[in-house]
């Protein structure tokens, strides 16, 4: 069973510049959470989606949007981007928001703001 | 704000010795406890979990701990290996659905 894949993997962008980032969870997981990791903040949660919808928002500005797909995949956007947007930003799939112990993470895209 | 924070940053130990890594939360109400641990270049992997009526539960090699009186969880990894050296994020459910997690304790163990 493939794990949940990221793309890009590294990606490289200048201030003010948006980025979209995607994840597709495990077959059969439907809902699907962001987090951004930096060594100053560590972990923090982005959003959660379950069946297209957006269930749990974390405490990030308006500038971070995400959706879900009816595939279950999913995307992030970041728009107007800021030098603190450096960061490692991971997605987890689970078979349902009740289980986020069963939360699987990808690997992360590596998103650097110059 | 909501935290869950760790007491040590690092944590240095022999191969086959017992590793002791430590958390303190501050939000009470939470479902579960969770601990997660991340090697280089890698996402969070999930070790074990403990619900929040419970105080202990034990895995394979680890053990989680809750001590719900003074706010703490630990986890227990028993007879070391180099395996084991990567960062370890303790993390609590909240009450619909949201993880929060804990800064991060990075395990070093020497063969």
């Known amino acids: 069973k493939a794990g949940v894949t990221q793309t890009p993997r590294y990606l490289i962008k200048t201030r003010g510049q948006q980025v979209t980032l995607s994840c597709s969870p495990i077959?059969?997981?439907?809902?699907v959470s962001w987090y951004q990791q930096t060594p100053g903040q560590g972990l923090q949660f982005l959003f959660e989606y379950f069946s297209e919808t957006q269930r749990n928002k974390g405490n990030f500005p308006g500038r971070f949007s995400g959706r879900q797909f009816s595939n279950s995949r999913s995307e992030m956007n970041v728009s107007t981007l800021e030098l603190g947007d450096s960061a490692l930003y991971l997605c987890?799939?689970?078979?349902?928001?009740?289980?986020?112990?069963?939360?699987?993470f990808g690997p992360g895209t590596r998103l650097t703001v110059t | 704000g909501e935290n869950v924070g760790l007491h040590l940053p690092t944590l240095s130990v022999q191969e086959g010795d017992n590793s002791i890594i430590n958390c303190a939360y501050s939000n009470s109400a939470s479902d579960y406890f969770i601990w997660y641990k991340q090697e280089s270049g890698k996402g969070p992997q999930f070790i074990i979990d403990i619900r929040s009526n419970m105080d202990k539960r034990q895995g394979q090699r680890v053990t989680v701990l809750l001590n719900k009186t003074v706010k703490h969880l630990s986890l227990q990894i028993a007879a070391t290996q180099p395996g084991d050296s990567a960062v370890y994020f303790c993390a609590e459910k909240k009450a619909g659905g949201k993880l929060i997690f804990g800064q991060g304790t990075e395990l070093s163990v020497k063969p």
């Open positions: 077959s059969g997981h439907r809902s």
């Open positions: 987890a799939s689970s078979l349902d928001p009740g289980r986020p112990y069963e939360q699987y």
